[in-house]
């Protein structure tokens, strides 16, 4: 079963909260639910609910913890992940419950999970989003990946954000050994590149965890030389920044009105974060792109953007 196969169906939806990427990714997918005559709601925390009613003002939204990773910014993500292990299942305990609690009062026909690993139920078809079937992780941690698909198994269907030759995510969205997996393509808030006149050079896109989306804008001008350039940024409202005279700041608290500055951008300057890889090939943009130190799925996707240069939607 694909997106375009679900109609007429009151859907549960919910994304994790790491940055912006799994809010991002799934507009377009509860863009087609929408075009499918579903009825979509959409469990989230707040910083979420602001982002998605910038694009469905009309939909009904239902309180939803998140996972509130926290993160030292020493670049070593395992070990912050694994000092959290007490809250991260925790949190899944919590989501599991409140799914259960919410389809017992209301009636739900569907789930979608883009990530969050206790949002399904045993009593309604439950889907998992993801474009990592395996996890950029190394031999030694094989267990975790062990786990990962142990928890992929309680869903009844795993919706792969790529196509079935792994072309944008590579040896993360490999097959698994797993009874009902679909390819579903590319999924971006973006439907296509609207070719407006060029306002900005650059774009510089903050996002991600704190307080690495707080170093990001200064790791990026230690790097690149802006002058006599025109920069817009685009920054979460969380992330305070100094004025800068060629540099004009965009707080993120419309994602619709902001994506304006993607469509009037030369380049595009981001972290390299698979829905930003996925934006970029709608958006057939030219960019330049940071991994997060430690990060090694985005170190992962960053080298193989650069040895493969995709840059459009075929």
Request: aromatic share 14%; proline share 3%; hydrophobic share 35%.
């Amino acid at each position: 079963m694909n997106v375009t196969e679900v109609k007429n169906k009151t859907v549960l939806y919910a994304a994790l909260d790491w940055g912006f990427g799994h809010v991002t990714r799934s507009i377009g997918i509860i863009r087609e639910l929408i075009e499918h005559q579903n009825n979509v709601i959409i469990a989230c925390n707040s910083e979420q609910e602001d982002l998605f009613k910038s694009y469905f003002p009309d939909l009904k939204f239902e309180f939803l913890e998140g996972y509130n990773f926290q993160f030292s910014g020493s670049g070593n993500w395992s070990f912050d992940l694994w000092k959290q292990r007490k809250s991260f299942f925790s949190t899944i305990k919590s989501e599991n419950e409140f799914v259960a609690k919410y389809c017992e009062e209301n009636k739900i026909d569907f789930i979608i999970s883009d990530h969050r690993y206790g949002f399904y139920s045993l009593n309604i078809p439950s889907v998992f989003i993801t474009h990592q079937l395996h996890l950029p992780l190394s031999r030694l941690y094989f267990f975790v990946q062990n786990w990962h698909e142990k928890q992929l198994r309680k869903f009844n269907l795993l919706w792969i954000l790529d196509d079935e030759n792994s072309s944008l995510a590579g040896k993360l969205s490999n097959i698994i050994k797993y009874k009902n997996i679909k390819y579903i393509g590319l999924k971006s808030r973006f439907e296509t590149n609207l070719n407006l006149d060029i306002k900005y050079d650059y774009l510089i896109v903050i996002s991600g965890p704190k307080p690495y989306s707080e170093q990001f804008l200064e790791e990026v001008k230690l790097k690149i030389d802006f002058s006599n350039k025109k920069v817009a940024v685009l920054h979460p409202t969380s992330v305070l920044l100094e004025k800068n005279a060629n540099f004009d700041f965009y707080p993120a608290t419309n994602l619709k009105e902001n994506d304006m500055l993607f469509y009037e951008s030369e380049t595009i300057i981001s972290r390299s974060g698979y829905s930003t890889l996925m934006d970029l090939k709608f958006l057939n943009k030219k960019a330049i792109l940071f991994p997060t130190t430690g990060q090694k799925e985005q170190e992962y996707l960053h080298e193989l953007w650069n040895k493969n240069k995709i840059s459009k939607v075929n």
